[in-house]
């Protein structure tokens, strides 16, 4: 029986770093056999400035049809290039119920986003907290630096998780297309779970001693191993109690790679 195929639902503000964004959803895409939609709001207060109602109203087509080209300009090459549909759509609406919307509708397994130096994503802090809070599916920030590559292989990282106790169909298709050996590091002390389901792959442990450099150290070294993917497991406790929400945020800012936290 043919698996279904993952729904990846894609947030942007259209802003300089989307083509990585794209290029790294389409690498995800291939390797998990997802369906993709580009999403992108409008707010309101950005497109219309005008008292004259039906002025506003031919503004908002306008806008909405500029939009439509702008995405279609940044999708079409890409899906061109990979020989893979990029479906996507454009709305002009509040951002956070608008997000939630289509989040209900769409019903996707994975939300990317992406972000910007120094700041969470080009849609702002509240945004990505929004979506952490009220979405309970895997997300990604995705690194507009070390981005993931189409039709190559990940080279994969864990954050505060035994590899060995990962085992669902999502994490074993991105096992398969992983360089090995697998990096696996720790803030703090090791997880202490153990697990035997997927003990045949090769790992490398890095131990990060808890501190106010911690979070940085690990992004440089993340920076010069090449990672370009960090997987995280919040439905692991241990991994919970290790990082909090302040840091969870904190990890996505100063991280120079994409993370994956499912």
């Known amino acids: 029986m043919k698996k ?4 990846i639902l894609v947030l942007s503000d259209l802003k300089k770093s989307t083509d990585s964004i794209l290029k790294s959803t389409v690498s995800l895409a291939n390797i998990i056999e997802g ?12 497109v219309v400035n005008k008292e004259n109602q039906l002025s506003a109203i031919r503004t908002i087509n306008d806008e909405y049809i500029t939009s439509n080209k702008a995405i279609k300009k940044l999708v079409k090459p890409i899906s061109e290039a990979y020989s893979l549909k990029l479906n996507y759509k454009v709305v002009i609406g509040n951002l956070k119920d608008e997000i939630s919307k289509r989040i209900k509708a769409y019903k996707p397994d994975i939300i990317i986003l992406g972000k910007r130096k120094q700041k969470l994503l080009g849609l702002g802090d509240k945004t990505i907290k929004f979506v952490f809070e009220n979405f309970k599916g895997a997300i990604m920030v995705a690194s507009d630096k070390n981005f993931l590559e189409p039709n ?3 080279l994969l990282g864990v954050l505060n998780s035994n590899i060995t106790n990962l085992n669902t169909q999502f994490v074993k298709d991105l096992l398969e297309h992983t360089q090995k050996p697998l990096k696996e590091f720790h803030l703090g002390e090791e997880s202490s779970d153990s697990g035997h389901n997927m003990n045949t792959i090769k790992t490398v442990k890095y131990v990060f001693d808890k501190g106010s450099n ?8 993340l920076e010069k191993s090449n990672v370009n993917l960090l997987y995280l497991d919040r439905n692991n406790k241990g ?3 290790e990082l909090s929400k302040p840091e969870l945020y904190k990890v996505i800012n100063k991280l120079n790679v994409s993370l994956l936290v499912a």
């Open 35 to 46: 369906d993709i939609e580009f999403f992108h709001v409008k707010k309101p207060l950005e």
């Open 214 to 221: 911690t979070i940085q150290n690990l992004s440089n070294y």
């Open 239 to 241: 991994v919970l109690n």
């Open 152 to 154: 190559k292989n990940l």
């Open 4 to 7: 279904n195929k993952y729904k």
